[in-house]
């Protein structure tokens, strides 16, 4: 059957052609806001960016490793931590938190930023309690400031530490419990089996996992604007809009482009690690350690602290805040918002789906160095922040629609205007770009469960390649498909810079709302709109949750 599969590569028919041709013409565009962004870089001029390097330059630098430190260290030590918890022990409410632990992920974190600021801040709750429990007037106490480095540390941690929790879990649960028995009975105990055994075998897990939350730190915009950290991201809108220096904004988003690169070669040769030296099949089944006594409150407490201050707390905060504040979801204005979101989300969600399932298909069809690199090209864009897009985006673009429009003027006296500038399919191609890597991820763990016969015995029935997708590939590969479209909806959804910066006039979302809401000190009104995104942000990991739970009972 292995030959059968590889028989029928006569000469590519049209519809071969015509799959390829679209598949380079998708990781084109995935490439280009990269060339754009260098190349505006190289021959954008120098003076704003001079004059940024004299004075916040290595500010923005300095606060966005740091940043990165902070937050990469937190998402380790609670994301490691739970994961070895309920996977490799057993308390009352193990089964609870396999699933709350990844909760916290629905949260954008500015919205958790919006929520903590209204609890923590001055006028908050807690402080205005703490003054009229002991009498002290506002300079007679000290409180940790919530608007600062560390506190947008700290809503990053709690929102971002899933993604080192769902990895470590699911290596721990596949790791071979020779070694760690073999531990336990040289007198190691069960700290000692999992600092020495279980840790070194996880470890690519855990940094793959650290790697995605490092890079959706350094793309965030939304949290470190509303608390004021200059980072890049703030530095690269500032320079755009505050300075309308379309040349310094590109020449910091090539900083920081260059950076998510790193970061994106960083977690490419993690993947190819932990395949290399992974553990394969348990030959034993790992007997859990029960906890008892402190050991058990113990366990309980530290899974309950990131789950409750990520996710029950601003939930709870959120809900109050919108009760008492005058927005309505009911207005014609709110409905405009829905409507906006739904319709941009939904829209990207079926460009990047379809986009997903072309480049995986040619890739299985057609495997080689060719379709190998176009869905490397195409996975790029997750490791690149939505401003950086953004900017590579609007550079050519603009160049375009002004030099259209110039011409138009001379040659009719006809004004077109801003064609691509000024649309949302721009925008859409900048979710494309952003989130396309996410969808080829969920189809292509779906499309490595088919056997490579299926191929061969529909080529060899006369199913042309489009014929093979739509009737044999499509049918079996829906639930990643619908799966792939989920994420991405909820992903543009939250998704910050790259709407603020791109969005045509007077097209408002859910999350441009709750930021201007936010950066107004309205921070009752944000509740509302944040709390819808986060309503359907709980869709995709609550789904991821169920399939991990089946892929571990089978």
Request: with cysteine; charged share 15%.
């Amino acid at each position: 059957m292995a030959d059968i599969a590889a028989a029928p590569t006569a000469k590519p028919g049209f519809s071969t052609r015509a799959m390829r041709a679209a598949v380079w013409c998708v990781a084109a565009a995935c490439l280009m806001p990269m060339i754009a962004v260098a190349l505006a870089a190289i021959f954008g001029g120098t003076e704003t960016v001079t004059m940024l390097a004299e004075t916040v330059l290595w500010r923005y630098t300095w606060r966005t490793l740091l940043l990165v430190a902070l937050v990469g260290t937190g998402t380790v030590l609670i994301g490691t931590g739970a994961a070895w918890l309920v996977a490799m022990t057993r308390f009352p409410g193990v089964r609870l938190f396999e699933i709350a632990l990844a909760l916290p992920l629905a949260f954008p974190a500015y919205v958790l930023a919006y929520a903590y600021t209204d609890l923590l801040d001055h006028p908050g709750a807690v402080q205005s309690a703490l003054r009229a429990v002991t009498g002290w007037g506002p300079r007679d106490y000290w409180f940790p400031e919530i608007r600062s480095l560390p506190g947008a540390a700290a809503m990053l941690t709690l929102v971002l530490y899933p993604y080192v929790y769902l990895l470590a879990r699911a290596a721990f649960l596949q790791q071979s419990a020779t070694a760690y028995l073999a531990a336990r009975t040289l007198g190691q105990s069960a700290w000692g089996a999992f600092r020495k055994v279980s840790l070194p075998l996880a470890r690519p897990a855990i940094a793959a996992g650290a790697l995605l939350a490092i890079m959706e730190t350094i793309a965030d915009f939304g949290t470190v604007s509303f608390f004021a950290v200059p980072t890049f991201a703030t530095g690269i809108y500032t320079s755009w809009f505050g300075l309308g220096d379309r040349g310094a904004a590109a020449q910091l988003a090539c900083g920081l482009l260059a950076f998510a690169l790193l970061l994106a070669l960083l977690e490419r040769y993690q993947r190819g690690d932990r395949r290399q030296h992974g553990a394969g099949k348990r030959h034993e089944v790992i007997e859990p350690h029960v906890l008892c006594g402190w050991q058990s409150a113990g366990a309980i407490a530290l899974c309950a602290l990131p789950v409750f201050l990520g996710f029950v707390l601003p939930v709870f905060l959120l809900t109050d805040m919108a009760f008492t504040s005058e927005q309505s979801l009911f207005t014609d204005r709110y409905r405009r918002f829905i409507q906006n979101s739904v319709t941009l989300a939904g829209t990207a969600a079926i460009i990047t789906v379809l986009a997903a399932v072309l480049i995986g298909f040619n890739q299985r069809f057609s495997p080689g160095r060719a379709s190998a690199a176009a869905a490397n090209v195409a996975r790029i864009g997750y490791a690149v922040p939505g401003g950086v897009i953004a900017v590579g985006l609007l550079v050519p673009f603009a160049a375009f629609d002004n030099a259209l429009d110039a011409w138009m003027r001379a040659t009719f006296d006809i004004s077109t205007g801003l064609l691509f500038t000024g649309s949302i399919w721009l925008l859409v191609v900048a979710y494309m770009v952003r989130f396309l890597a996410a969808a080829l991820g969920a189809y292509d763990s779906g499309q490595s469960t088919m056997h490579p016969n299926m191929d061969a015995v529909a080529r060899t029935l006369g199913e042309s390649p489009a014929g093979m997708l739509r009737r044999v590939h499509l049918p079996i590969l829906r639930p990643s498909v619908m799966t792939a479209a989920l994420i991405v909806f909820v992903d543009v959804m939250k998704e910050l810079p790259a709407t603020l910066i791109m969005r045509p006039f007077n097209f408002d979302t859910l999350a441009v709302q709750a930021h201007r809401l936010a950066s107004d000190e309205r921070l009752e009104g944000a509740a509302v709109p944040s709390l819808v995104i986060v309503a359907v942000g709980l869709l995709p990991v609550i789904l991821v949750c169920r399939s991990l739970g089946k892929r571990q009972s089978q």
